[in-house]
């Protein structure tokens, strides 16, 4: 029986420092101290979910989640991230998929996925990429989209799958990657809501995931932007956890980069 040792929620994008260099120093060492205490708890392998940004999921396809299978993956190369190979893990990768079929979940099994930022950035700045991973795509790409509510329940079902499937010993970190508030090609886009942000946030330090999800996705959107629904990965990494609460690690409101990044660790249970 294995389990969650860690379990956190942060933001996956990185810009330029230039004008910000303060702030930006902020979020770099945002994602460093979130890292530290993940790595604290001595995960030997890490769940990543996160969004693909149109470089995998294109208009010829488009299903709800998509989980990698496959014992190496190359980083696809966006924003410079070096395409230095990651390692998968297959076996963790082979417990989900067989608990989300009889969870009722028909996950899309992908042998080749090209790592964009929204996994290589957290990994990255963490300092996890030396850690095998199971990427875990949720498709915000187009309508309609996974719930909120579903998100939640793959949730649960990644828990049960870590703890059915896997060797004893094995400890497991999960990552819930996205957000926070943003904007894009849609109106109001480049917009940063801190009101939005800090509240997600303060929840999720309340342990509040659920009433969250139970806003729906029409909710988040309206209020943290088609980017926004981003949280939802947040909220299934929160559910895997069952998290009891959490703690702020940092927060900074990024309008040069067009949307607000922060990262809250979870008390796992
Ligand atoms: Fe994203």
Not at 21 to 48: H, S, Y
Not at 142 to 161: D, F, Y
């Amino acid at each position: 029986m294995g389990k969650i040792v860690a379990a956190c929620g942060v933001s996956h994008i990185l810009m330029s420092p230039m004008g910000c260099e303060g702030p930006a120093q902020n979020v770099v060492d945002g994602f460093q101290t979130l890292g530290r205490r993940l790595l604290a708890a001595q995960p030997d392998a890490v769940i990543i979910i996160s969004s693909d940004h149109m470089f995998n999921i294109d208009l010829a396809m488009q299903p709800r989640f998509v989980i990698g299978m496959s014992d190496h993956y190359t980083p696809m190369g966006d924003m410079d991230i070096p395409r230095t190979p990651i390692t998968g893990h297959r076996a963790l990768a082979e417990a989900i998929v067989k608990q989300a079929d009889q969870d009722g979940f028909d996950l899309c099994q992908a042998e080749e996925y090209r790592l964009d930022h929204g996994v290589m950035i957290p990994l990255l700045f963490m300092g996890l990429s030396h850690l095998p991973i199971v990427p875990l795509i949720v498709n915000i790409n187009t309508h309609p989209m996974p719930s909120a509510q579903r998100c939640l329940i793959l949730g649960e079902t990644l828990r049960q799958a870590i703890e059915t499937d896997l060797p004893a010993a094995s400890r497991v970190a999960v990552i819930g990657a996205g957000g926070l508030s943003h904007w894009l090609c849609v109106p109001r886009h480049g917009d940063v809501d801190e009101a939005f942000d800090h509240q997600v946030m303060d929840e999720l330090c309340a342990g509040r995931h659920a009433a969250l999800a139970q806003a729906g996705n029409a909710d988040i959107i309206a209020r943290g932007g088609n980017g926004g629904i981003e949280i939802m990965n947040w909220l299934m990494a929160a559910q895997a956890a069952r998290s009891s609460g959490g703690e702020k690690i940092f927060y900074e409101p990024m309008r040069s980069w067009f949307t607000g990044l922060g990262g809250v660790l979870y008390h796992v249970t």
